[in-house]
């Protein structure tokens, strides 16, 4: 009778721990680029490093801690039913088990050892950074705001970037049908799909430490005065993806949020050519004009 019920014991918590992990996959819905109420799981990657995380999060973390917890809960119960005083008026005076001692430290290596072999290749795939096909600036700066630089698409006399902008928060009246509050930006980042790019992050060297963050991307680098740290992308879905700051700055570090659009080659050439000879505010106007059309953004 005892064995059966902890049979029955045993089953309902494998259940339970698989209907958790199987809900938790499941609770991955496309989020377009930022998080939703009541998401439980990580935006979904259009990079290969966000690929690589989530693959890592969701079929190896996951399962591992879901198991050990239910374990350790389902040992817990059982101790405390089966070894409580009503049950053993006379307790055990065991010391140690040798079996078990050997268990609970040869399991916990060769977790930690199937842990690590894919964690290795995730920091390789990060920190090997390929050939960039174009190269962006990030500059954080102190008024809880980001300046962009693109070098590629030429440079002045003095050698700075030719097309460079500051993107602010977007003012709450001003949003438009597809825009989202506290994510959205004045002047966008546009690059084009598919390619690597290369990014050279830092802060004012008056001002302090940010951080450049899309989760959809996988992404997250320290802005720091006075060091340049070097990070890179690929995105494979066209789109639009947003970010904030994720390094605590001060009184508006929420105020600081990241807006990408991801585009096709033609779509950022026009763009590009755009910006430079009208500036950013025309070039994103131009760029949104061109997405609705091609039915990419919504229509007011």
């Known amino acids: 009778m005892r064995k059966e019920a902890g049979m029955r014991f045993a089953k309902l918590w494998a259940g339970s721990a698989v209907a958790l992990v199987l809900g938790a996959g499941m609770a991955m819905a496309e989020t377009g680029g930022h998080a939703v109420p009541w998401q439980m799981g990580l935006q979904p990657g259009v990079t290969p490093s966000a690929e690589f995380i989530h693959w890592f999060h969701n079929y190896l973390l996951l399962p591992i801690i879901t198991v050990i917890t239910f374990f350790v809960l389902g040992l817990l119960i059982y101790v405390m039913v089966k070894f409580n005083a009503k049950a053993n008026p006379v307790p055990s005076k065991t010391t140690h088990n040798t079996l078990v001692e050997v268990l609970w430290t040869v399991i916990p290596i060769i977790i930690l050892v199937v842990i690590a ?15 960039g096909d174009m190269t962006i600036k990030v500059i954080g700066n102190p008024s809880w705001n980001w300046t962009y630089e693109y070098p590629d698409l030429g440079t002045n006399a003095d050698g700075s970037a030719k097309v460079s902008f500051t993107a602010f928060l977007k003012a709450k009246d001003k949003l438009e049908a597809n825009d989202t509050w506290l994510l959205s930006t004045d002047v966008p980042v546009v690059v084009p799909v598919n390619k690597v790019v290369r990014l050279y992050v830092t802060a004012d060297p008056e001002g302090i430490i940010h951080s450049w963050t899309i989760p959809a991307f996988g992404m997250k680098i320290d802005a720091i005065p006075g060091r340049l740290n070097e990070d890179w992308f690929q995105a494979t879905k066209e789109g639009v993806y947003y970010g904030q700051c994720s390094e605590l700055c001060g009184k508006d570090h929420a105020f600081m949020p990241i807006e990408v659009h991801v585009v096709s080659q033609a779509d950022f050439d026009a763009w590009a050519a755009k910006i430079k000879t009208a500036g950013a505010d025309e070039a994103r106007s131009y760029l949104f004009a061109l997405l609705k059309a091609e039915g990419q953004l919504a229509q007011k």
Do not use: A, E, M, V
Not at 117 to 128: A, E, G, K
């Open 117 to 131: 072999i894919p964690s290795f290749r995730l920091l390789y795939l990060q920190r090997d950074i390929p050939k």
